[in-house]
């Protein structure tokens, strides 16, 4: 198994620009879960899907921030317009059936100049 | 306010000695705790587990402990190896009733001297 695959692994970006970050998800498993990673906040839950239904979005900063999961296989988490203080690595992760052993992807570090 | 704490941003260990990384968290009424290890440039990835059940649980090199009344989780790697530098998330599992939502400590950077 490939694993959660996760593109792209780097992104630079203009403050303002549409930012749009990709997630494949280990096959067969029902959890999907966005996270971001910063130095002040450590590891932060944005958001996560259970079969594909997003459950609980209070992770999620602003609405700039938004996240979909179009079917079992791909989601998106998109910031519209982006900030510097978007700055940070996001991972996705994927569960089988709880969060617990979730797999995550290497992640994907943008960067908001 | 941080669920989760862990207090020791560094921690450093001689090849084969025991490492000890430490984890603080708020709520008693939490369920499941984990141990997640993470290189440079790669996501985290789960290392061991214990239900609030049980007080202790082993995987090899690695045992985590749980006291349950101090609130305090611990992993211990013995022997620890130069391999195990990494940095070490405690993770909680807190609500109850369905909740998936993983919570995670800042992290503790492991480095194990040759």
């Known amino acids: 198994d490939a694993g959660v695959i996760q593109s792209p692994r780097h992104e630079v970006t203009e403050m303002g620009q549409e930012v749009t970050l990709r997630c494949k998800p280990i096959?067969?498993?029902?959890?999907l879960f966005w996270y971001r990673q910063t130095m002040m906040r450590g590891l932060e839950l944005l958001i996560y899907?259970?079969?594909?239904?997003?459950?609980?979005d209070s992770g999620m900063p602003e609405d700039r921030f938004s996240a979909k999961m179009p079917n079992a296989s791909f989601s998106t988490l998109k910031i519209q317009p982006s900030e510097p203080r978007d700055s940070a690595v996001y991972f996705c992760?994927?569960?089988?059936?709880?969060?617990?052993?979730?797999?995550f992807g290497q992640g994907t570090r943008l960067t908001v100049v | 306010d941080q669920q989760v704490k862990q207090n020791s941003p560094s921690l450093s260990v001689q090849e084969g000695r025991i490492s000890i990384l430490n984890c603080d968290y708020t709520?008693?009424?939490?369920?499941?705790f984990l141990w997640y290890k993470k290189y440079p440039a790669e996501g985290p990835t789960f290392l061991i587990s214990?239900?609030?059940?049980?007080d202790k649980n082993e995987d090899g090199r690695f045992t985590v402990f749980l006291n349950k009344s101090a609130k305090h989780l611990s992993l211990h790697i013995v022997p620890s190896q130069p391999g195990d530098s990494a940095v070490y998330f405690c993770?909680?599992?807190?609500?109850?009733?369905?909740?998936?939502?993983?919570?995670f400590g800042k992290g503790t950077k492991l480095t194990v001297n040759p």
């Open positions: 992760a994927s569960s089988p059936s709880w969060a617990g052993r979730a797999f």
């Open positions: 096959s067969g498993h029902d959890y």
């Open positions: 899907f259970n079969n594909n239904v997003p459950i609980d």
């Open positions: 709520n008693s009424m939490f369920d499941y």
């Open positions: 214990i239900s609030s059940i049980k």
């Open positions: 993770a909680v599992i807190p609500g109850r009733g369905g909740s998936e939502k993983l919570v």
